[in-house]
């Protein structure tokens, strides 16, 4: 499965071995995983991430149960991952997340790169709603969220055991008519498993 998709400053694509030593210097960040669910330390171990990108070639958009995930290129370099999780063929909901390396920050990339993916999934696959869950102390992700006109469906209050402590857990969603309203994002499909509607029209 290749997908590559280029928005107007970075590329969406398939990751790969030459890009191992980016992931491990953007996962090992105190500031990338501070609100994350993984432990930085855990992601140190060169095996380790080699033993994923291998799970990765395994997966594709079909895989429910699952997060298949891309990388996020500026300029050649890796800085930082996008993926998306199928829940239910029936409910045809996904979960969506992202990480993106902290000198990186502050500069619309993240915004750049989700709404590009949102767009691509809801016009490629069989989806109802996507929705992405933040730790309720990340204001930059759920802010980011509210940008796209995600909306906040719930706070759920020290739901989530975390690195030793109970955390609260935002949930942030938008329905596909409800994206496919907007105007779409811009971005240039170069490679796609699936067909692609660009001028898709929202389904019920």
């Known amino acids: 499965?290749?997908?590559e998709l280029k928005t107007p400053r970075l590329t969406i694509r398939n990751f790969t071995l030459?890009?191992?030593?980016a992931i491990i210097e953007r996962t090992t960040q105190p500031e990338v995983a501070r609100y994350m669910t993984w432990d930085r330390s855990s992601w140190a171990e060169r095996e380790r991430v080699e033993n994923w990108l291998e799970v990765?070639?395994?997966l594709n958009l079909d895989?429910?149960?699952?997060?298949?995930?891309?990388?996020?290129?500026?300029a050649g370099k890796n800085i930082g991952g996008i993926g998306i999780k199928r829940i239910?063929?029936?409910h045809k909901n996904a979960?969506?997340?992202?990480?993106?390396?902290?000198?990186?920050?502050?500069?619309?990339y993240a915004t750049e790169a989700v709404q590009c993916f949102i767009d691509i999934c809801f016009r490629t696959l069989d989806i109802h709603r996507i929705y992405a869950m933040c730790d309720a102390r990340n204001v930059?992700?759920?802010r980011l969220m509210e940008r796209l006109s995600m909306r906040r469906e719930a706070h759920h209050q020290k739901s989530t055991f975390v690195k030793g402590k109970w955390i609260d857990e935002l949930v942030y969603a938008v329905l596909k008519t409800e994206w496919l309203a907007k105007p779409k994002p811009e971005y240039t499909v170069i490679h796609s498993p699936y067909p692609i509607e660009m001028e898709a029209v929202a389904s019920a």
């Open 95 to 108: 979960e969506l997340a992202w990480d993106l390396s902290a000198q990186h920050w502050g500069k619309g």
């Open 1 to 3: 499965m290749k997908l």
């Open 140 to 142: 930059p992700s759920f």
């Open 18 to 21: 030459d890009d191992i030593d």
């Open 88 to 90: 239910s063929r029936e």
């Open 63 to 74: 895989t429910f149960g699952s997060y298949v995930e891309f990388a996020i290129d500026l």
């Open 56 to 58: 990765q070639r395994g």
